[in-house]
């Protein structure tokens, strides 16, 4: 059983790192918190099950159907929460604008999918015995998913030229501007790839839960991970949620009704001990 909870909790701490890593990226590109982040995973879980269930495409079309409307959402969410606040005063206001835009989402998806929760086959079918323990195998390809997912974001911003532009964007709007770098153009980039990241973890899930406009709170374990990890720290983003995985696992085992309690029990001792995180970043973080 303690095996099998490990897996449990690895598979749903590497959803929570990619709702994560989004709420970093989402910080560097404009520097706002995105409140709006949980409702980007419910997006894409109506989104891959309409493609994918409803209209019962193959899964290489699904994905590449999926990214695409995930990448045009983008855009309307740039219109939507960044172009009309960008030169407010009040530094707030994208983050207010993110959170309006959340309750948008909600309300869209239940006028369009209905408030019927539905049960998704699972991605992989079929189980595994490590040491006699029969593992799912659909957890093993999750965290597969998401490892690969992590590699590639790295790629993009660390070893690409188009990743070092993004980032340099973000840093100085400004200078960007005067060197030539079409600063809303890469800002549009980097929320694609937000988009994408959290949808793609919206389809990752919903087979080992349900599929629901509840999935949205999923959000609030990640940003327990970012808090654990440290707030602007793509490590400890990663590091935090996985934790928090494995924290929301074991606590099934003394008390599944109180496994809340228990996890954001252990956020606040972190928040006392270490209110910036346990790998907090060096640079400031624009909120």
């Known amino acids: 059983m303690f095996l099998a909870i490990t897996m449990n909790g690895l598979a ?5 790192a990619l709702l994560a890593l989004g709420l970093i990226l989402m910080i560097r590109a ?20 309409y493609f994918g269930i409803t209209k019962d495409m193959p899964l290489i ?40 835009f959340s309750y948008i989402i909600k309300d869209a998806l239940t006028l369009t999918f209905g408030v019927r929760t539905s049960v998704v086959p699972p991605l992989v079918r079929g189980n ?47 200078s960007g501007r005067l060197i030539g770098i079409p600063v809303t153009l890469t800002i549009l980039a980097t929320y694609m790839a937000v988009f ?23 959000q609030l374990r990640a940003f327990a991970g970012c808090v654990i990890g440290g707030l602007g720290d793509v490590r400890g983003a990663i590091i935090g949620s996985l934790l928090v995985g494995l924290i929301e696992g074991y606590s099934t085992i003394f008390s599944s009704t109180y496994k809340d309690v228990i996890l954001y029990s252990i956020v606040l001792l972190v928040l006392i001990i270490k209110p910036k995180g346990l790998f907090a970043s060096k640079q400031g973080v624009k909120v």
Do not use: E, H
Not at 12 to 16: F, L, W
Not at 146 to 169: P, S
């Open 196 to 218: 994408c990241v959290a949808g793609l973890a919206g389809w990752l899930v919903v087979p080992t839960y349900f599929l629901t406009t509840n999935l949205a709170t999923y």
């Open 30 to 49: 404009s520097g706002v918190l995105n409140m709006a982040q949980g409702d980007l995973l419910s997006i894409g879980a109506y989104i891959t099950f």
């Open 61 to 100: 079309p699904m994905l590449i159907l999926s990214l695409l409307t995930f990448c045009a959402m983008a855009g309307v969410f740039l219109c939507a929460c960044y172009l009309p606040v960008k030169d407010n005063k009040w530094v707030q206001a994208r983050m207010v604008c993110t959170l309006g």
């Open 128 to 174: 595994i015995k490590v040491f006699g323990t029969p593992i799912q195998i659909q957890y093993l390809f999750i965290i597969g998913i998401c490892l690969v997912i992590m590699l590639l974001v790295w790629l993009l911003f660390d070893k690409m030229y188009c990743g070092t532009i993004m980032q340099a964007a973000a840093q100085n709007a400004y």
């Open 12 to 16: 749903m701490g590497m959803v929570y």
